[in-house]
């Protein structure tokens, strides 16, 4: 169906981010493509939609691809009018970023019916796509309150929401190709073992072939049949599955010049649980009572009134100086809700939010292409914050401090400082969102999904580096996260939420030993 050759891609002035990368794909095959953030893996699925940056520059290469009737098309030479015939219709993707991939000033139903009016020719009536669109919401798990999700801006809806309504919108024209660029990084156990379920379907019932991109190894276990490793722009290994994902991390460091992380790096094993003296009990950072968050729903006739829809309900927790407390549960259970919310992003309808005196409250976004400013480099995004926070200074000073904060999250600053957000990968924004998230010397962070773009070794070192500052520091850390291996390892406590409400909570490894809740018990299960 596919066969790469060569293909070759740069940015001015910068070595290739992919680099004479050749390989081919059966149809009906799962391939894989596996490596560290950066080594060049969306930039090809961007080249094979012909969506490739402004600034980006194909070498050389050549991408032939086989449709089911008629001549090859050399897919980095397709024409605008080529692309309308294959793009969405034959070859589709999944993007990485949902908020961004999607009109921030267009409901997401009208953009679900305008994708099935080009995408879906033979559905002839608004009537049909209405039926689809519906069909397809049901597929992806996105039944409850489908009215209000339709017609929500993409910004009032939860990351996990959007990620699936992206989904859908590649899977809308029946693709025979579809690319799916980490497509279930925002979701939650559950929904993310249903996501992988319906791919795995739809590819036997319509003979779809597919293309995965993650760094995560449980997904590409039941996602991919054959493998590439990918290190800077480049295969270095290549194989069945099963076999390259037996070696578990160590697929990571299979390049030549990969970086030993252990070593180089630092990574260590889990600090063991932390004990205090009398004197040194920790002083509580953040207590929250009975915490309501509202959001109006559309109303049916401009005289009818508007009812709430009560994203959180009756939430009440505290966190110590230096905790680690993690909230799980699944999309849209309102967890972004409440951190948007202390973040003072988000109202409150009820309820009390008393922070320690002096306190500092810093968030790290889900999606970190979307907090960042597109024109500006990393380095004024940190010295922004900086600037804010020590004032009076010489640039000088701001520069060296963010360099500091650059290095320390894995991104040397004589590389990386005055380069802007679109030519990083997704990985690397989202350790610019934390660097920029520590310039303010919070006393409380918060994590939305921090690292759920990172790959499995920069993952650790990013883990270590929140562990190391919140015991060094004393920053109490409350943790977003749908990994629940991570959060049994890492947090002190855990709260499992459901529907806007408290379900479970404790010990994190002790809750997920033996949940009590039913959706601890769903979400663990999941998990397996």
């Not at 961007?46 to 600034?55: F, R, S």
């Not at 980490?182 to 939650?188: F, Q, Y």
């Not at 252990?262 to 950072?285: I, L, N």
Request: glycine residues 8%.
């Amino acid at each position: 169906m596919l066969q790469v050759s060569g293909l070759t891609i740069s940015f001015p002035n910068h070595p290739p981010v992919v680099n004479d990368l050749s390989f081919k794909l059966e149809s009906g095959q799962r391939l894989g493509m596996l490596g560290l953030s950066g080594s060049g893996k969306s930039m090809t699925a961007m080249a094979l939609l012909g969506m490739l940056p402004p600034k980006a520059h194909i070498e050389a290469g050549e991408a032939w691809y086989q449709p089911e009737k008629g001549p090859a098309v050399d897919l980095l030479k397709a024409t605008e009018n080529q692309w309308r015939t294959l793009r969405g219709r034959k070859i589709s993707l999944v993007f990485q970023e949902p908020l961004t991939a999607l009109n921030p000033v267009q409901h997401v139903g009208a953009q679900l019916l305008e994708a099935a009016h080009h995408l879906c020719p033979e559905l002839t009536t608004a009537a049909a796509r209405k039926q689809h669109i519906r069909a397809w919401l049901q597929k992806v798990e996105l039944t409850e309150d489908r009215n209000r999700i339709l017609n929500s801006y993409p910004h009032q809806l939860s990351g996990g929401q959007r990620q699936r309504l992206l989904i859908a919108l590649a899977l809308l024209g029946a693709p025979r190709l579809l690319i799916a660029d980490e497509p279930t990084t925002a979701l939650d156990t559950i929904t993310e073992a249903g996501i992988l379920r319906l791919l795995e379907k739809l590819r036997t019932e319509l003979g779809m072939t597919t293309i995965f991109i993650t760094h995560d190894l449980g997904v590409m276990a039941r996602s991919a049949d054959h493998l590439l490793v990918m290190e800077a722009g480049m295969v270095v290994r290549q194989g069945p599955a099963e076999g390259l994902l037996a070696l578990g991390d160590e697929v990571f460091r299979m390049g030549k010049s990969s970086r030993t992380y252990t070593k180089e790096h630092g990574s260590r094993e889990q600090d063991p649980p932390r004990t205090y003296t009398e004197e040194q009990v920790p002083s509580t950072a953040l207590s929250i009572q009975n915490l309501t968050i509202s959001y109006p729903t559309p109303k049916a006739f401009p005289w009818s009134k508007a009812q709430p829809h009560a994203a959180v309900n009756d939430v009440s927790f505290s966190l110590q100086s230096g905790e680690w407390l993690a909230i799980v549960g699944p999309s849209g259970c309102g967890k972004t809700s409440i951190a948007r919310c202390l973040s003072g992003l988000q109202s409150a309808s009820g309820g009390t939010i008393n922070l320690a005196l002096g306190g500092n409250i810093q968030l790290v976004f889900q999606d970190p292409f979307s907090s960042l400013n597109p024109a500006h480099t990393i380095r004024r995004a940190i010295m922004e914050v900086l600037r804010i926070r020590i004032i009076g200074k010489k640039r000088v000073t701001y520069e060296q401090e963010a360099g500091r904060l650059l290095d320390q999250v894995g991104l040397p600053a004589d590389v990386y400082a005055d380069r802007k957000p679109n030519t990083l990968s997704g990985g690397q924004r989202q350790r610019v969102a934390i660097a920029r998230a520590l310039a303010a010397n919070p006393t409380v962070l918060i994590a939305d999904e921090a690292v759920s773009a990172l790959d499995v070794p920069l993952r650790k070192e990013v883990l270590d580096l929140l562990n190391e500052l919140r015991w060094e520091q004393g920053i109490a850390l409350l943790f977003i996260s749908h990994d629940l291996k991570l959060v049994a390892e890492r947090a002190d406590r855990v709260i499992i939420m459901n529907d806007g409400r408290i379900v479970e909570e404790g010990p994190a490894a002790e809750v997920f030993a033996a949940p009590i809740s039913t959706m601890g018990k769903r979400l663990v299960e999941a998990s397996k």
